[in-house]
């Protein structure tokens, strides 16, 4: 089929685009932009700043990424935003490209799916599979794993961490790092349950589900202590990686401050 690029489309000769490329009308893309190969870019998308699309990625209507991060002490450092393969962005979502405050990327990895008016702020690192619903907001700095559902309207605090295989109820204040394998929800958000039908559809075991249960009822209903948990949990019988995963995370979190692991970065921020 080849490169299709709308006769509205504004495309500076000097990005990067790749083959079989579909570029819609009244979109407007940047020099230092490079989309890769069987991307489709819908209507009026704004592709600016040193961005990088990978392949297979689908641009909705009204999306902007590589824009100017939200942080008034940003001077114009030529930031970047990095996106994987097999992404989607519905329409109106915004990628702010990174402040010199790190590694000076906003990194998206693979197939994830950012319902419309979704945010992610400069700074953030996101795995792959993760699903944003409506109106999610990310904070700068924030940390996503893999295979995570953050349900509309949440907002994830600056430098929070959202472990692997959890789920952010809708319209939750997420001021704390989640742990992976586990349901947030509230104002602000604390661990309600297991998520045991997430855990159920990526193929984990009932002894995984279980262990984590019983990791669950130690540390949010018995309060028995982080450490007190860690120590039934982890030097009785067979040791199961999530529980290992789980314990890794929740000793990250409580190193930082106001159970944010990342917010140690601050100072360095």
């Known amino acids: 089929m080849g490169t299709m690029i709308a006769q509205t489309a504004v495309v500076d000769p000097r990005a990067k685009i790749g083959t079989n490329v579909r570029i819609g009308h009244f979109c ?3 020099p230092d932009v490079k989309v890769g190969d069987d991307c489709l870019i819908e209507d009026h998308v704004v592709l600016t700043g040193d961005s990088t699309l990978g392949e297979e990625n689908h641009v909705f209507p009204g999306t902007v990424i590589g824009a100017d991060p939200q942080d008034t002490s940003y001077k114009g450092t030529p930031t970047r935003v990095v996106i994987g393969d097999g992404n989607v962005f519905r329409e109106y979502c915004t990628v702010n490209r990174a402040t010199e405050k790190e590694e000076g990327v906003t990194r998206i990895g693979n197939n994830n799916y950012f319902m419309a008016s979704a945010h992610v702020a400069h700074d ?5 599979r993760n699903i944003l619903a409506n109106n999610v907001m990310l904070g700068g700095h924030a940390h996503l ?18 472990g692997s295989l959890s789920f952010v109820s809708a319209m939750s204040r997420v001021l704390h790092d989640v742990p992976p394998y586990m349901i947030v929800d509230g104002q602000p958000a604390k661990p309600r349950a ?10 984990f075991s009932k002894e995984d589900t279980a262990a984590l249960t019983k990791a669950f009822r130690l ?16 030097t009785t019988g067979p040791i199961r990686p999530v529980l290992r995963e789980l314990f890794d995370f929740l000793e990250y979190s409580v190193g930082g401050q106001k159970g944010r692991g990342r917010d140690r970065r601050r100072k360095a921020a």
């Open 219 to 234: 540390l949010y209903r018995s309060y028995v202590g982080f450490e007190s948990a860690k120590e039934q949990l982890l």
């Open 124 to 128: 953030c690192l996101l795995g792959d």
């Open 28 to 30: 407007v893309i940047g």
């Open 145 to 162: 794993g893999n295979d995570i559902t953050i349900a509309g309207a949440a907002g994830i605090s600056h430098f929070a961490s959202v």
């Open 194 to 203: 297991v998520n045991s039908i997430g855990l159920k559809r990526h193929g």
